[in-house]
């Protein structure tokens, strides 16, 4: 089962251009990225490993027209990580769709969930 | 690049119980069946392997409270397959929601593609 399998409800994509894609992984690091302050700690939340959370910081910074997250180095506590105003306003904005598309299909979703087998 | 991320625009799936989704993959499963008549033609049109495109039937098949699409045997031109009533309901309803997705968030979706660096 893949992970975003996991609980029931609805999945948005963004596909801003062809190859350039935004969705669930991308906007949980972003969150993660706001709430721990660590690409690694964002990453090991959704059980990912550091690598594949690094990779898609990467992707996310090379494919808006600005970093969204930008690591901070240094301190007694090592290198950090924080969103950058570009990428608090891609995380608001795909949040903000995204309970927007709950709103529009929830009543559907609801619906089509009666006609599952379990 | 993924196949599902070649044009611009909003991917929908819903998780309708942990392990049990329903996405833009096999909803065109289900639109190639009803308008071709072939489970091996609608996986075709997708670029799909004939393998592939029948483990996704019988998916449906089996997470579902009744089969989607039904094989029909015989005849000179060999077996066909068609939507069931449940199959067809299934599919207007993940349109219709898609549909309503693309309305409720067409406006974000266009200021977010001004973010991206091409």
Redesign the interface.
Known sequence: ??K????????????????????PGKAEILKGVKETGSITSAGRRLGMSYKRAWLLVNIMN????GPLVKASKGGQSGGGAILTP?GE??LD??L??LA??E???GR??K???K????
């Open positions: 089962m893949k975003t399998n996991k609980s029931s409800g609805v999945r948005l994509r963004l596909v801003l251009a062809p190859g350039i894609a935004f969705g090379h494919d808006f027209n570009l306003r891609v904005c795909y903000k769709m927007k598309t709103k529009a299909v559907d979703l619906q089509l969930k006609s599952i087998s379990i």
